[in-house]
């Protein structure tokens, strides 16, 4: 599966954006969906990651209820909607499939293929 994260911008503290992933290929609701992001000098950490069917969803917990993870296997698309931006959510984010874990996973290792990062900039 190839994927492409789009979406991210120069916004400021307290609005909201939407990243979009779109995939490419037929088997798109094999896969598990996850977000991860990279801020600079930091190491990329999990954001939030949808099931193949959408059902089930995680969170990080520093998120406090700000992001919902979706996803639209009719358009082979997952969808982060993000609310209430905060200046520490600057960061490079990235969508990325694991298509081997039976359950949602947070874990990196687990995510096979990576869509390559769309920037989100929060100036306060």
């Known amino acids: 599966v190839q994927l492409q994260a789009s979406g991210g911008g120069l916004v400021q503290a307290g609005d909201s954006l939407r990243l979009s992933c779109a995939a490419s290929?037929?088997?798109?609701?094999?896969?598990?969906i996850g977000w991860f992001r990279q801020a600079p000098g930091k190491v990329r950490e999990f954001v939030a990651a949808v099931s193949r069917s959408g059902n089930s969803a995680v969170y990080a917990d520093y998120l406090q209820g700000r992001f919902t993870i979706s996803r639209d296997n009719a358009k082979n698309t997952v969808t982060l909607q993000m609310y209430s931006l905060k200046p520490d959510d600057t960061a490079v984010y990235y969508c990325a499939a694991d298509d081997y874990s039976e359950y949602v996973s947070r874990t990196e290792p687990r995510y096979d293929f990576w869509g390559q990062g769309t920037l989100v900039t929060v100036s306060s």
């Open positions: 290929g037929r088997t798109f609701d094999n896969y598990n």
